[in-house]
């Protein structure tokens, strides 16, 4: 947290010499929603009156990112059904992965706000993703008790996984779920190196 705040107080003097401090965030679960009847404006002795029933038509999910010295939009995504959980700058900045609730992953070009792909094919919504050293290799993990890097799946784990990441050389991945565990694979050949199991009650005080 420290660092992200020096940076950001950093970001007008940077924005002077043509560097770019960017903020990516999300806007999840935009309701398209329609009144079932029209607003009644205010009168004379009525205030204005609007209808609480309405038709939903769907949900969107917006991604932005601001200029953290101007404030200003730089560029938004569009796509996602449900909301959206997690993002990924790829290493040379040129291209945004994002996964969501709606148990899929799109691949932004964030020069030109195209989408360029949709990767499906998970069972539940895709909890967490990182890219993978300075190419396009994408780890990615689901409530689904799956983690792969692109399509090649890891040993499986046993609980609705929450997050994950990989180390700087690409060569170890880590993730954690729901039953508190926390497993480590080679990401060369998918198996399982290593597992921390929750401390029980009495070792955790006694830890402390």
């Known amino acids: ?42 009168r004379p002795g009525k205030t204005e009156r609007v209808e609480f029933e309405y038709r939903r038509h769907g949900t969107l999910c917006l991604i932005a990112n601001f200029d953290v010295a101007t404030g200003k939009l730089v560029r938004s995504f569009e796509g996602h059904t449900h909301h959206v959980l997690d993002v990924s700058w790829r290493a040379d900045g040129k291209v945004l992965a994002s996964s969501g609730a709606d148990s899929v992953i799109k691949i932004w070009n964030f020069e030109t706000g195209d989408q360029i792909k949709t990767v499906s094919g998970f069972g539940k919504e895709v909890t967490s993703l990182a890219y993978v050293g300075l190419g396009n290799d994408l780890l990615a993990c689901s409530g689904d008790k799956t983690i792969r890097i692109n399509n090649r799946k890891f040993a499986a784990a046993s609980d609705f996984l929450h997050a994950c990441a990989v180390s700087i050389d690409g060569q170890t991945v880590v993730a954690g779920g729901q039953g508190g565990i926390l497993r480590v694979w080679n990401a060369k050949d998918g198996k399982i190196r290593d597992s921390f199991e929750p401390q029980p009650a009495d070792n955790a005080q006694a830890a402390k």
Do not use: F, N, W
């Open 1 to 42: 947290m420290r660092t992200i705040c020096k940076i950001y107080a950093e970001a007008p003097r940077l924005h002077e010499q043509g560097a770019h401090v960017i903020s990516t965030d999300e806007k999840t679960g935009i309701q398209a929603i329609e009144r079932i009847h029209p607003t009644l404006p205010t």
